[in-house]
């Protein structure tokens, strides 16, 4: 018979009684963050889903993903896709009534129309940067005229238009006339690659907003010659100041520069920093 000796005993004592000690502070620790969880999940009385930011979703990751064993939690319904006009989506109760279901139609469609202006890779591909824009242009009810023709191309009432359905050398695109077309802030990416544009009309595009000034300067600085910007009531004067980097720009299209006095200021600060540029103002010269 075997007989275990007191220091066999000793380290089988300690052994045991490490593990009991280790068991009781991982418990201890899973229990202190599960009440720690639980006491940020708590959603106060003044909780408005309207006023959610990013800042706000912070406690769907955990502080940093550089230690892989981390998961996002509800990693089943995130993508990286997901936005925080999403959440606020999943989290505001739906209006059945008529207002609202209108509304929500509305957005729908909106959405729709900008998944449909996004830039197209595989359609620049076959038909060249200028080609596709033009053929994105006209579709959608505008006019394009292209460098050395002064004919303007535009769909008719069955929206039938003569443009190459391949690509062909030597065709730039020089003028564009966007007037009373339905596009949004996406369908500029497609204007981003026309190097000769010099004339481009946004009148009457009421979708347009400060964000498409910036972009459309950022990517025609260097050529665009005239620019109308009437009838876009979501153009304030802080898209105006971006206009200081159109080094060949002569003939600016604005409602009413005394819109406001901030409007006015930015239109006197402009004028002055392009001496170059003439603004002109109302429903006049269409001939220009």
């Known amino acids: 018979m075997n007989f ?5 005993l000793f380290r089988w004592f300690i052994y045991n009684e490490c593990n009991i000690w280790r068991n009781f502070k991982v418990a201890f620790s899973k229990d202190v963050a599960n009440k720690e969880i639980a006491s940020q999940m708590k959603v106060p009385d003044d909780y408005d889903v ?3 930011t990013k800042e706000d979703l912070k406690w769907r990751e955990y502080p940093h993903e550089e230690n892989k064993q981390y998961f996002k939690s509800l990693r089943v319904f995130y993508q990286d896709t997901n936005n925080v006009e999403v959440v606020k989506s999943l989290q505001t109760p739906f209006d059945y009534s008529f207002e609202g279901i209108r509304k929500w139609w509305k957005k729908i469609n909106i959405a729709k129309k900008k998944f449909e202006q996004s830039y197209l890779q595989d359609r620049n591909k076959i038909l060249g940067n200028e080609l596709a824009a033009a053929h994105f242009i006209v579709y959608r ?4 005229k292209f460098h050395g023709d002064d004919v303007w191309i535009k769909a008719d009432e069955n929206k039938n238009y003569n443009l190459p359905e ?6 730039y695109i020089e003028a564009i006339d966007c007037t009373n077309t339905d596009i949004y802030y996406e369908a500029l990416q497609n204007f981003q690659e026309l190097k000769f544009l010099k004339w481009l009309s946004l009148n009457d595009c009421e979708n347009l907003d400060d964000w498409c000034i910036d972009t459309i ?7 665009l010659v005239y620019l109308d910007l009437r009838n876009c009531p979501n153009i304030t004067e802080r898209g105006l100041v971006a206009l200081w980097k159109m080094e060949k720009l002569k003939i600016l299209y604005l409602d009413d520069i005394l819109r406001s006095t901030q409007y006015e200021m930015t239109v006197l600060l402009l004028q002055e920093y392009l001496p170059q540029l003439e603004i002109k103002v109302g429903d006049f010269a269409e001939d220009d």
Do not use: L, M, P
């Open 141 to 144: 009810g505008g006019a394009i």
């Open 217 to 223: 300067c950022g990517a025609h600085y260097k050529s």
């Open 50 to 52: 309207s006023k959610v």
């Open 166 to 171: 391949y690509y062909v050398r030597n065709k």
């Open 4 to 8: 275990y000796s007191k220091t066999d």
